[in-house]
């Protein structure tokens, strides 16, 4: 199965030659495959263009979510307290750069005091995300809660849940924080967001990817009336049904057993 964006990922993560090797490698075994799993139409469409696979090959069976685990992980105690005179963001990920949370780090810049960020995740940018925040005399306003094995405890007493990713392969977090029934807002990045956001009013998509436009955006939706809130979040947990386990392993058994059938 194919959980990446392959083009994008090769191209930060390895020299020219070695790509250009791993990429015939990749070619070799996937142009062989009786079958093969992409987690988003996006990544099919990666696929096809970087290793010119055949589409009927390709099968899309989004991530399966354990949605009854996750409201109940979501239940428990938190060792950090979220402040309950703010207005708060969260957002969980790997620190890295695809992830784009230094993007959201700068946002903060152009809102409010009574608005605070909490950062739930560890990753190679950790120390260079922590001096952006100090640079920027964010410390009050913005908190690194770590890697947290449990981080639904977090994201279902936030406001909002934001995903401000240059580019994802699916966004497993999002569906997450909809079975939370947080409201979520996300870039309109390749890929996945849009697959999981669009046509179904369970969240908010934003376009323009950058720290102002993102900034505007979170005030729009902090300003909204609670009535309006209530629905899209009721709408996502509904969304997030689609993606449940139970759902998703049936796809993988009937597109095997079409295989070895």
Same mark, same amino acid.
């Given at each position: 199965?194919?959980?990446?964006?392959?083009?994008?990922?090769?191209?930060?993560?390895?020299?020219?030659?070695?790509?250009?090797?791993?990429?015939?490698?990749?070619?070799?075994?996937?142009?062989?495959?009786?079958?093969?799993?992409?987690?988003?139409?996006?990544?099919?469409?990666?696929?096809?263009?970087?290793?010119?696979?055949?589409?009927?090959?390709?099968?899309?069976?989004?991530?399966?979510?354990?949605?009854?685990?996750?409201?109940?992980?979501?239940?428990?105690?938190?060792?950090?307290? @979220? !402040?309950?005179?703010?207005?708060?963001?969260?957002?969980?990920?790997?620190?890295? %750069? $695809?992830?784009?949370?230094? #993007? /959201?780090?700068?946002?903060?810049?152009?809102?409010?005091?009574?608005?605070?960020?909490?950062?739930?995740?560890?990753?190679?940018?950790?120390?260079?995300?922590?001096?952006?925040?100090?640079?920027?005399?964010?410390?009050?306003?913005?908190?690194?809660?770590?890697?947290?094995?449990?981080?639904?405890?977090?994201?279902?007493?936030?406001?909002?849940?934001?995903?401000?990713?240059?580019?994802?392969?699916?966004?497993?977090?999002?569906?997450?924080?909809?079975?939370?029934?947080?409201?979520?807002?996300?870039?309109?990045?390749?890929?996945?967001?849009?697959?999981? @956001? !669009?046509?179904?009013?369970?969240?908010?998509?934003?376009?323009?990817?950058?720290? %102002? $436009?993102?900034?505007?955006? #979170? /005030?729009?939706?902090?300003?909204?009336?609670?009535?309006?809130?209530?629905?899209?979040?009721?709408?996502?947990?509904?969304?997030?049904?689609?993606?449940?386990?139970?759902?998703?392993?049936?796809?993988?058994?009937?597109?095997?057993?079409?295989?070895?059938?």
């Amino acid at each position: 199965s194919q959980h990446n964006i392959w083009s994008k990922d090769a191209k930060l993560k390895y020299s020219r030659w070695r790509s250009y090797i791993l990429k015939k490698i990749n070619k070799f075994f996937l142009s062989r495959s009786a079958l093969i799993i992409s987690i988003s139409e996006g990544v099919k469409s990666d696929l096809i263009d970087t290793f010119c696979i055949d589409s009927d090959k390709i099968k899309v069976i989004y991530n399966p979510t354990d949605v009854k685990n996750i409201i109940k992980l979501s239940k428990d105690g938190m060792q950090y307290k @979220l !402040s309950n005179n703010t207005f708060n963001l969260i957002v969980v990920g790997r620190l890295t %750069y $695809s992830k784009g949370i230094d #993007i /959201l780090i700068n946002s903060m810049l152009h809102l409010d005091d009574d608005i605070n960020l909490y950062i739930v995740g560890d990753g190679e940018l950790n120390l260079t995300l922590k001096e952006l925040v100090i640079d920027n005399g964010l410390e009050n306003r913005v908190h690194f809660l770590g890697f947290q094995e449990n981080p639904y405890k977090y994201i279902s007493r936030a406001d909002l849940f934001i995903l401000p990713c240059r580019w994802e392969g699916f966004g497993n977090v999002l569906v997450e924080a909809l079975a939370c029934r947080t409201p979520v807002l996300s870039f309109n990045c390749p890929v996945g967001p849009n697959e999981i @956001l !669009s046509d179904y009013e369970v969240g908010f998509l934003l376009n323009n990817m950058d720290a %102002y $436009s993102l900034s505007k955006k #979170i /005030l729009e939706i902090k300003s909204l009336d609670k009535y309006s809130l209530s629905n899209i979040v009721d709408k996502g947990y509904l969304r997030s049904l689609d993606f449940d386990s139970v759902k998703v392993s049936k796809e993988y058994v009937i597109n095997i057993d079409k295989v070895l059938s």
